[in-house]
Structures are given as structure tokens and as C-alpha cells.
């Protein structure tokens, strides 16, 4: 069963950092590729940034750019995702979901989900 976990969420102020990770557990994350979501309090969810299996291609949200990195270490079977110079309107739930291959931006093509990390960004 494939299986991913989210962790590093919580409360930060603005201008600050946090890295995200995501763990795959029961498979092996090389032959996926990834993507992070959010979903803030009564809005849709939305993508973040992704990464190719290989972690040759990296796609960013126009939210992100210059401010999120998304990087992937198959020999630990994680991906992480690094944000910095933080905004409130950062504040969400993210998750992290497993695609076979390349990045897709439909929600529903992806294998698996993990269960959300809370940011909050917030004085």
C-alpha cells in the first residue's frame, strides 16, 4: 500500500522558514513523481510545486517562484519541500501526493495522498 507522510508544519511568523517533508513508506519514491498541495480554509486545493521522478524537472506555482524549493533524496525515500521569506497567505494545509513518472496537474492522476502538515504563518 502506497503510503506517504508529511511532517515539518506549524507556526512560523512572516518572513520566516519552514521545510517539508514527505515520506513514502511500503514503495519506493524514485519511480515517482512528486507534488505539494495546499489547501487554505474554504478555498480549493492547489499546487505548489512538483518534481520528476529523476529530479531533473522542477515546477513551481507562481506563488512559490524564488521563495520554495523542492528537492527529492531517493536514497531516503523523501522529498522535501524548503520555504522561506513566508506570508500569511502561505498558511494552509499541504500535502504532498505520488504520480507514476512526470508531473501532472490534475488532483485525481496521482496515486497517493498523504494526510497534511498545518502551516501557519501568523505574527
Known amino acids: 500500500q502506497l503510503q506517504l507522510v508529511e511532517s515539518g508544519g506549524g507556526l512560523v511568523q512572516p518572513g520566516g522558514s519552514l521545510r517539508l517533508s514527505c515520506a513514502a513508506s511500503?514503495?519506493?519514491?524514485?519511480?515517482?513523481?512528486i507534488g505539494w498541495f495546499r489547501q487554505a480554509s474554504g478555498k480549493e486545493r492547489e499546487g505548489v510545486s512538483c518534481?520528476?521522478?529523476?529530479?531533473?524537472?522542477?515546477d513551481y506555482a507562481d506563488s512559490g517562484k524564488g521563495r520554495f524549493t523542492i528537492s527529492r533524496d531517493n536514497a531516503k525515500n523523501t522529498v522535501y519541500l524548503q520555504m522561506n521569506s513566508l506570508e500569511p497567505e502561505d498558511s494552509a494545509i499541504y500535502y504532498c501526493?505520488?504520480?507514476?513518472?512526470?508531473?501532472?496537474?490534475?488532483?485525481?492522476?496521482?496515486?497517493?495522498w498523504g494526510q497534511g502538515t498545518q502551516v501557519t504563518v501568523s505574527s
Open positions: 501526493a505520488a504520480s507514476v513518472g512526470r508531473c501532472v496537474s490534475e488532483t485525481y492522476k496521482y496515486d497517493a
Open positions: 511500503g514503495f519506493t519514491l524514485g519511480g515517482y513523481a
Open positions: 518534481i520528476n521522478s529523476s529530479g531533473s524537472s522542477r
